[in-house]
């Protein structure tokens, strides 16, 4: 499988991108350069080999539920632009 000039400038056309001829040329070696080095996986044998959803065994990564003393209001208001009745103060959105 190789990608062609045109490849890229339906690709570039869809991603909404103006390429110059000459990044179009770069682009198509790139993308073949990858595709070529992709191709190498199709030489590994795979016939015995179980299909996995991660390379590693991860059973639970959560961390215990704990509670924690949380800042003051001063300090959560400390870097506040402006604040009322320790609440952030916004301008309206709404009429």
């Known amino acids: 499988m190789s990608i062609?000039?045109?490849d890229v400038q339906?690709?570039?056309k869809l991603?909404?991108?103006?390429l110059t001829a000459e990044e179009e040329q770069t682009l198509?070696?790139?993308?073949?350069?990858?595709?070529?080095?992709?191709?190498?996986?199709?030489e590994l044998d795979t016939d015995n080999i179980e299909p996995t959803t991660h390379v590693l065994h991860v059973s639970n990564v959560m961390r215990e539920d704990e509670t924690k003393e949380s800042l003051s209001i001063e300090q959560v208001m400390?870097?506040?632009p402006?604040?009322?009745?320790?609440?952030?103060?916004?301008?309206?959105v709404m009429e």
Do not use: C, M
């Open 4 to 6: 062609s000039n045109n």
């Open 78 to 80: 400390h870097n506040a």
């Open 28 to 42: 198509t070696g790139q993308l073949n350069a990858i595709l070529k080095y992709a191709e190498k996986l199709n």
């Open 82 to 92: 402006d604040e009322e009745d320790g609440q952030f103060k916004v301008p309206a």
């Open 10 to 12: 339906h690709v570039a």
């Open 15 to 18: 991603a909404r991108l103006n």
